[in-house]
């Protein structure tokens, strides 16, 4: 078994289950399911002020917020600081594909061009110094 996955000292061994976060090949994985479920929790909170829905969507909008909290955790990461701010980049992308998925209006020009140069500065930010 690589030592990565094996549990530190006072571990138990089912914290095995959380091993492959160490991984950077699903940092983007987990990136990606942070930003959809804190953008769907955010969403029913929206929809709840702004649309008009039923105060029963911050049920599962609260969920999905604690989920995206959850999930930043498993980020292979020394630092929060450092995993929030790399999550940024790829939170704002996600969130125009959001407004042009679910919300019909599609994105500009600038819009891709500001979401290129977030991205470039969460893997300047992730992959940039070693840990």
């Known amino acids: 078994m690589d030592q990565r996955v094996r ?3 006072g ?14 090949n699903v940092t983007l994985l987990i990136y990606a399911a942070a930003a959809l479920a804190e953008i769907g929790g955010c969403y029913a909170v929206w929809g709840w002020m702004r649309l008009g829905w039923t105060a029963w969507w911050l049920l599962p909008g609260l969920a999905s917020l604690a989920t995206f909290a ?3 955790t498993l980020v292979d990461s020394a630092a929060a600081g450092r995993a929030y701010a790399a ?11 959001w407004q042009w998925l679910v919300e019909g209006q599609r994105p500009d020009w600038r819009d891709g061009l500001g979401g290129a140069i977030c991205l470039a500065g969460a893997a300047l930010i992730l992959l940039g110094r070693p840990r």
């Open 11 to 24: 571990q138990t061994p089912g914290r095995l289950i959380f091993a492959a976060h160490r991984y950077r």
């Open 87 to 97: 999550y940024g980049g790829v939170y704002i992308c996600a969130s125009l594909l």
């Open 7 to 9: 549990p530190a000292r």
């Open 70 to 72: 959850g999930l930043l």
